[in-house]
């Protein structure tokens, strides 16, 4: 799974729009095919043009749920808070995957999110971890209920994730996202399984 894909898998899985979630999914042009040069071989443009179709669908299918696909975070989290009348909306600042928020919980989840690509999967992990570690730093969720979260798709990001299981201590759980949502496995953290109050997130 690209990494557009496995945003949507997670969004449709743990913060749907059915049960409430409101959501910003940042997918930069790298993610569907459309930065660097062009490919040198046969088969890294057939990796090319089949990133950019599976990313492009994956887009779509975000929006047609309701997501707000790129743009200003800013403006989106203004406009969220005066559609619900409140006087705040969380400060989180940073370029984010996802940012997904529950007005009736009062629930925030950020999440970084890593798929499929030709980087090294101990470079992406450890991206990954460094901008959520910063998140939990920077984010202000002022009367939210702040969760932090990484999600992952594929063996070897998994495999390196699973070292990571100290962010555990500051908050942070970790995921790995399969085809099938039976077979996702949760790395460490409660997050995704339940709210403080002992709730079920989704």
Same mark, same amino acid.
């Given at each position: 799974?690209?990494?557009?894909?496995?945003? @949507?898998?997670?969004?449709?899985?743990?913060?749907?729009?059915?049960?409430?979630?409101? *959501?910003?999914? +940042?997918?930069?042009?790298?993610?569907?095919?459309?930065? &660097? !040069?062009?490919?040198?071989?046969?088969?890294?443009?057939?990796?090319?043009?089949?990133?950019? +179709?599976?990313?492009?669908?994956?887009?779509?299918?975000?929006?047609?749920?309701?997501?707000?696909?790129? &743009?200003?975070?800013?403006?989106?989290?203004?406009?969220?808070?005066?559609?619900?009348?409140?006087?705040?909306? =969380?400060?989180?600042? !940073?370029?984010?995957?996802? /940012?997904?928020?529950?007005?009736?919980?009062?629930? @925030?989840?950020?999440?970084?999110?890593? !798929?499929?690509?030709?980087?090294? =999967?101990?470079?992406?992990?450890?991206?990954?971890?460094?901008?959520?570690?910063?998140?939990? &730093?920077?984010?202000?969720?002022?009367?939210?209920?702040?969760? *932090? /979260?990484?999600?992952?798709?594929?063996?070897?990001?998994?495999?390196?994730?699973?070292?990571?299981? =100290?962010?555990?201590? /500051? &908050?942070?759980?970790?995921?790995?996202?399969?085809? +099938?949502?039976?077979?996702?496995?949760?790395?460490? !953290?409660?997050?995704?399984?339940?709210?403080?109050?002992?709730?079920?997130?989704?």
């Amino acid at each position: 799974m690209y990494q557009p894909e496995v945003k @949507l898998a997670f969004v449709k899985r743990y913060c749907n729009p059915a049960s409430g979630w409101r *959501f910003f999914v +940042d997918i930069d042009p790298a993610e569907v095919g459309k930065a &660097g !040069g062009w490919p040198k071989t046969e088969k890294a443009w057939l990796r090319k043009k089949q990133m950019q +179709d599976r990313g492009q669908r994956a887009i779509e299918a975000l929006e047609k749920l309701g997501a707000k696909v790129g &743009g200003s975070r800013a403006k989106w989290l203004s406009a969220l808070a005066d559609e619900l009348g409140v006087s705040e909306s =969380p400060t989180i600042p !940073g370029d984010r995957d996802i /940012i997904a928020i529950n007005p009736s919980l009062r629930r @925030l989840l950020v999440a970084e999110v890593e !798929g499929a690509s030709t980087g090294q =999967p101990e470079q992406k992990i450890y991206k990954a971890v460094g901008q959520i570690v910063v998140a939990v &730093g920077a984010v202000d969720p002022k009367a939210f209920d702040a969760s *932090f /979260i990484i999600a992952v798709h594929g063996e070897q990001l998994k495999n390196h994730l699973q070292k990571a299981k =100290p962010l555990e201590c /500051i &908050g942070v759980s970790a995921v790995c996202i399969e085809k +099938d949502q039976s077979q996702d496995v949760l790395l460490f !953290g409660s997050a995704l399984n339940q709210r403080r109050d002992g709730a079920q997130i989704r």
